[in-house]
Every structure is written in C-alpha cells, then in structure tokens.
C-alpha cells in the first residue's frame, strides 16, 4: 500500500503522467558521475507500472495512466521517445550547473535528460504490451489506439534487426542488446494476441513469421555456451540481469534449462551481498566510468525468477531482505549499497516501488500454485504447474 502511494503522489494530476522519481542528480555512486535527472515519463515503465495498479485494483489510476501513454506518443512512430515530460513535452536537453557542488561532491549536476534522443528499441514492446495489458485487464478498449499499434509494428519490422542503447541508456557504443531483442519479440507477440484474442485487424501471419525469426536469432545469438547463459548482448560474454524478464515477458518458460543457467549465472556474477548489480560497471560497457551500487528493480526481477521457478522459500527470503531497506516511512531510492547499508540514487523511485507492488502480487499468486507474468494478463489465463 505505502508502494502504491507512492505512484500516486510521483503522478501528475492533469495528465496522469507518472515521473521516474521527484530529484534530479542524486548520485548512483557518491562522488561519481552518474547522477540523472529523473523528473520525466519513461515509456519503459508503462506495462509494469500499469500491471502493479491493474493488479491492486486501481483501474481509474491505470486508465489515467494508459491515457497519458497514449497521448504522449501519438502521432508519427518514427517520432516517438523513450520518455517525455509529465504534460508530454519533447525537448528535454541536458545541461549541467556548473556553480553547485552536488550531493556529496557528486558532479556534474545535471537538468534535462540526453537519454530521451536515444534509440532504445525495447519501448515498442513495452508500449504494445501496455495496449495488450490493458485491453486483457479491461482498462478501456480504443480502436485509435490499436491504429497506431499496427503503425509500431509496422516501423518495427524494418527496425528489429538494428543495434540500440538499450534498457540501461548506455553512452557508449549502440550493441545488439539481448533484451531489446526479446522486447520486439514482445512487441509482435502481443500484436498477435490482440488480434486472436480481441479481434484486431493485422498481418497475423507476417508478425508470427517475425516474431519466430527474432526468437531463433535470440536463442543463437545471444546464447554463451561456455556461460551455460544468455548475455546482455549478442557474442559477448557479459552478464545482465535484464536476462531475469525472459519467463516474465513469456519468451521462455520459467523451467528451461537455458533460462535455469542462466538465473544460476546471473546470481553468482551479479550478486552483491545477495542483492544484484544490472551489470559489471567496470566492464565499460556503458561508456562511464564505473561504480554503482545494487540496482533495486534488479532485486525484486530476481524475486520473480526464483518464484516462478518454484523456489518459493529463496524468493520470500529475498523479498523480505528487500522490505528490509526502505527507510523509516517505507521509501525506496533505486539502488542500494549493502556494504554501507545506505540508499542510493534518486528518490523515491518509481521504479523500485513498481517492481516492489508487482513482487508481492506474483509471491501471493505463486503461494496458490498459479503461475503469474506478463505473458499471462487475467486471472482465467494463468497456467497451473
């Protein structure tokens, strides 16, 4: 319940716009660099924040929300951003303020977000699996909606096969990202079902032959035979606990043995005192110099994994050890530093708290032998063990 108060007080009341987090530059590593300005809508966040106030029966929240999604990205899909400003402005150039000093010596401060010009493939499956997670949970059913979902996917079928910057909105080089991948997989997957399940005009037959085709690719590619593990990116050997989503999304079953090694290897490359670091900062994979605390949603994606794989005991351990860290009114930032037991990043974070709602939701379920996930929207829909 604080989680979900949380969403309420970071949403903004005329447009329904839910901001990443009210801070800007509080630093993901005290005396580093990477310290962001939050203040804006990410279209990442779409499908699991729509899900954490679906799943808690909020539905005039989710529907402001949907609304303002919608909004946000009409139009031109070529135009469309990773994330906007809460009334949905565009232009969200970065600077830096030179004259202040940051929060313990942590510069550069920063106002604005260069990540909004990047290309970030992976939203145009979150934004088609909102529309599909909507239309399941019965959060409104609009025809112009679905116009520009066949637009999406339309633009994705020429884009799919192109490099990105990925989840992380990484600064250096654009890769083949794993994750970005399996999200255009996403992407066709709920295009399809909106078709079969609720009689949605498309290129059915098309868009499976697709969404085949990136699942194949996926599954050679991105697959480390020496790890015994998929990889954050195509032939490359670096972990990412992104990997967690791929039983979530429904791109492979929880109890896969590619999916089971590779929540083996994420846990034992990614842990930091049990809780998960995104990725190795110090691999320069992300064109900063490195230094990050534990990443929070990470945490809570591993809670998920170890419920749907039936660990049921490891996965309520994990959860409460997260409980454990809020502050003293129940408030998460977006990382945490285990060895100085202190909350790091911008705060609160929507985030963190999204992926909080949606752990506690999926652990309930799990506890009746249900299986939950994204790839499952209604409750008729889920599959027994």
Avoid at 42 to 53: K, S
Avoid at 320 to 344: C, T
Wanted: glycine share 10%; net charge negative; aromatic share 10%.
């Amino acid at each position: 319940m604080r989680s979900l108060i949380v969403l309420k007080g970071l949403t903004y009341r005329p447009t329904g716009g839910i901001v990443a987090a009210p801070t800007t530059s509080l630093p993901e590593w005290p005396g580093g660099e990477r310290n962001w300005d939050y203040r804006y809508c990410w279209l990442r966040d779409a499908t699991l924040t729509l899900l954490a106030l679906v799943n808690a029966g909020y539905l005039e929240e989710a529907s402001e929300w949907r609304a303002w999604l919608l909004r946000a990205v009409a139009g031109d899909p070529d135009n469309v951003q990773i994330m906007y400003g809460v009334a949905g402005e565009r232009r969200l150039p970065e600077w830096q303020v030179e004259w202040l000093p940051g929060f313990e010596n942590s510069r550069p401060v920063r106002i604005g977000n260069t990540a909004a010009e990047q290309d970030q493939l992976d939203v145009y499956g979150e934004v088609t699996d909102a529309m599909y997670q909507a239309r399941a949970n019965s959060v409104g059913a609009l025809l112009p909606a679905w116009d520009f979902g066949r637009q999406v996917l339309g633009l994705l079928e020429h884009r799919w096969h192109e490099p990105d910057e990925g989840i992380w909105e990484v600064r250096g080089r654009r890769r083949h990202f794993t994750h970005s991948k399996v999200m255009a997989w996403v992407a066709f997957d709920r295009g399809i079902r909106l078709c079969e399940e609720f009689g949605r005009e498309g290129p059915v037959e098309r868009w499976r032959a697709i969404r085949d085709e990136i699942h194949a690719q996926v599954c050679d590619e991105a697959w480390n035979g020496e790890l015994g593990s998929f990889t954050q990116s195509y032939g490359s050997s670096r972990l990412d606990a992104s990997l967690l989503l791929l039983p979530t999304v429904g791109f492979l079953p929880p109890w896969d043995p590619r999916f089971r090694g590779t929540l083996h290897a994420v846990q034992a490359g990614l842990s930091s005192d049990g809780f998960l670091l995104r990725y190795r900062s110090e691999e320069a994979v992300d064109g900063l110099p490195a230094g990050e605390a534990a990443f929070l949603p990470c945490s809570f994606w591993l809670v998920d994994a170890l419920a749907l794989g039936g660990r049921h005991d490891e996965a309520t351990e994990l959860f409460e050890r997260l409980l454990g860290v809020r502050n003293d009114v129940g408030l998460l930032a977006e990382e945490y530093d285990p060895a100085d037991k202190r909350l790091l990043g911008n705060f609160p974070q929507a985030f963190s708290h999204v992926a909080l709602v949606n752990s506690a939701i999926n652990l309930a379920r799990t506890t009746d032998g249900w299986l939950p996930g994204r790839n499952t929207a209604a409750a008729d829909q889920r599959l027994r063990w």
